[in-house]
């Protein structure tokens, strides 16, 4: 009976959740509707959107698990380094993106370098995006297990129906939709937790008298040059390893005008830094409680990731968790939903599109909604298969941006800003950099292998390499087509 009020509120926002995506059906009538939205968001569904995107499972649960380990320096990567890509996209390439005639970074390989390109690129774009989405569901899975003694298994394949249910009908219009709200339920949740967090351990000097020596030090604790290495691959795996995204991709091709798509990207990554601090403040409440014996260090079982849900059940009456929990389901809802369309986005649009045009077979835009639909519904059932792999909540999500960052920051980067590349390059600089990932992988046994900061920049340097050598190369073979012949 304790657990049935927190359960009623979870279930009618679950169920607000799918009526969200039911209505946004009804204004999508094309693949232009369900891919970009029409093109026409303001800037407060760009910013809520990127926010809701970005501050998913990974965030609260793994940046809170961390902070509690290490401190700021243990969440370097996320929040901070991955709120600097969107200041860095914002300032940088939105504008570019937005002078495009594409609705997808597939096709921006597509036709700068070429089909062959594009589905390299598309490829390798998708594990990464299946482990992103599978990271949230899994969050969900632990949260419901830990506070309601339900099945984790349960709370994973409910998790995963909702999701592929509200993003398969309303497409990119249903997640910036929820995603709007979705945001708002989490600044709820993160007030109130942290207002009953300083309340139980004493106010807010009481909490930061407890911050261990170097728990507020950000740079590296050594001075040696392999901890500035270190240091350095912690930033860029996640900073440049989230600018090629799809899904901010289609943020930018979404939003009204240039404008819009570019204040959007930088107030969001502001709100990203900002509130980014919220995890490291809880992960200190937890520890000024554990140490005044409010809460029992042993029910961590070693894994700090369970800090916050272990402190919301202990802090929060039947209501109250019940509102908290919604807004961390909420914030992690966003993220899954973003990931599980960006990648069936991959699949339908920059993959199958292509390939049935050269057939003939792909008749109109309806046609392009409909194979869409039923991506959303094939890409879940495989990031359920992938969640079903491993647990690691935070370490999956920096594989998941470093791989990335190794292979396709530079051919991204080289498809908006460079006339001297090729198609042979780039194809070359994205199987040297993930070879590189994957022998470390296999070698070490480990989705994060040692030393990692070797197999988080060592990819990146031999994709740019290769880019440049072979394009030299081939330079009289395949120039690629002009940037400025895409324009719209």
């Known amino acids: ?43 407060y569904l760009i910013v809520g959107t990127l926010f809701a995107t970005f501050w998913g499972g990974g965030t609260i649960i793994g940046a809170t698990g961390a902070a ?24 940088f390439f939105v504008g570019t993106l937005r002078k495009l ?24 774009m998708i594990p990464t995006y299946l482990i992103w989405t599978a990271v949230q ?45 979705q945001m708002v339920i989490i600044f709820i949740g993160l007030i109130a937790i942290l207002i009953v967090g300083f309340n139980a351990a004493g ?11 170097n728990y507020w030090n950000i740079l590296p604790r050594e001075t040696s040059f392999t901890s500035w290495i270190s240091y350095i691959a912690m930033w860029a795996g996640m ?8 899904d901010l991709a289609q943020r930018a091709f979404m939003a009204k005008d240039e404008k819009t798509a570019k204040r959007g990207m930088l107030i969001a990554g502001s709100l990203y830094w900002t509130l980014g601090f919220i995890p490291i403040i809880i992960a200190l409440i937890g520890k000024t409680l554990i140490s005044n014996g409010v809460i029992d260090a042993s029910l961590l079982n070693g894994d700090s990731e369970l800090l916050i849900t272990i402190l919301a059940k202990q802090l929060f009456g039947p209501i109250g ?25 991959l699949f339908s649009n920059d993959i199958y599109k292509p390939l049935m045009e050269k057939k003939h077979i792909l008749k ?44 396709l920051f530079f051919p991204f980067i080289f498809a908006l800003k460079s006339k001297s590349v090729n198609t042979y390059g780039i194809i070359a600089g994205m199987l040297g950099g993930l070879t590189v990932n994957l022998t470390g992988v296999i070698l070490e046994k480990s989705i994060i292998p040692e030393p990692w900061e070797f197999y988080t920049l060592v990819p990146a340097i031999v994709n740019l390499l290769l880019i440049l050598i072979v394009s030299y190369i081939t330079r009289q073979k395949n120039q690629g087509v002009p940037l400025e012949k895409l324009y719209l």
């Not at 927190?6 to 169920?15: D, G, Q």
């Not at 005639?101 to 390798?124: N, P, Q, T, V, W």
């Not at 900073?239 to 799809?246: F, K, M, Q, V, Y």
Request: glycine share 8%; hydrophobic share 60%.
């Open 137 to 181: 569901l899994l969050a969900i899975g632990k949260i419901v297990n830990v506070l309601f003694e339900i099945p984790f298994m349960f709370g994973f394949i409910v998790a995963a129906l909702v999701v592929i249910l509200f993003t398969f009908m309303g497409g990119l219009v249903a997640v910036v939709w929820t995603d709007a709200i």
């Open 203 to 213: 106010g807010v000097t009481e909490v930061l008298s407890h911050a261990p020596e």
């Open 364 to 407: 109109n835009s309806k046609h392009l909604l409909y194979v869409t639909r039923i991506f959303v519904v094939i890409v879940g059932i495989l990031a359920i298969l992938v969640g079903l792999s491993s647990d690691r909540i935070y370490d999956l999500t920096i594989f998941a941006f470093t791989l990335q960052f190794g292979v």
């Open 101 to 124: 005639k594409i609705m997808s970074i597939g096709e921006l390989y597509c036709k700068r370098f070429g089909k062959s390109a594009s589905y390299f690129a598309s490829a390798l």
């Open 321 to 345: 968790l019940g509102i908290f929990v919604a807004s961390l389901i909420a914030a992690i809802l966003s993220s899954a939903s973003t990931s599980l369309f960006a990648t069936a986005v």
């Open 1 to 43: 009976m304790d657990n049935l009020i927190p359960l009623i509120i979870i279930s009618i926002f679950l169920l607000g959740i799918i009526l969200v995506g039911k209505f946004a059906s009804r204004r999508v009538e094309s693949s232009d509707d369900y891919i970009v939205a029409g093109r026409g968001a303001p800037l």
């Open 239 to 246: 900073a440049l390893g989230n600018i090629p995204s799809p």
């Open 68 to 91: 509690y380990t290490d401190g700021i320096f243990g969440v370097v990567e996320d929040p901070f380094a991955a709120g600097l890509a969107l200041i860095i996209l914002g300032l």
